[in-house]
């Protein structure tokens, strides 16, 4: 297992997270965190070359519609289940 930082480092990390563990806990996190950091070694492996760089991972169009007032031929049976004044809905003081 490769480490990846020293004992004072790993104490300092802790501190900063304001993490109080128990010397088992401790050591199960500090294994658990060169497991992760071990594997960003193997996507340093990756070849990358001619990949386009992706900024969103789900390809996204954003549609804008135009806004435009409607009126509503029955108001009244719009807002009978809430509470409203003057067609106006009345919601809790913020």
Do not use: W
Request: with cysteine; hydrophobic share 40%; net charge negative.
């Amino acid at each position: 297992m490769l480490i990846i930082m020293d004992e004072m480092g790993f104490e300092r990390l802790l501190k900063i997270c304001r993490l109080h563990l128990t010397v088992e806990e401790a050591e199960k996190i500090r294994k658990d965190l060169e497991e992760v950091v071990a594997y960003f070694g193997v996507l340093d492996e990756t070849d990358t070359d001619g990949a386009e760089p992706a900024y969103h991972p789900v390809e996204m169009l954003q549609l804008i519609g135009d806004d435009r007032e409607k009126e509503f031929e029955n108001k009244e049976g719009l807002l009978s289940n809430a509470k409203t004044y003057r067609f106006y809905l009345v919601g809790p003081n913020v």
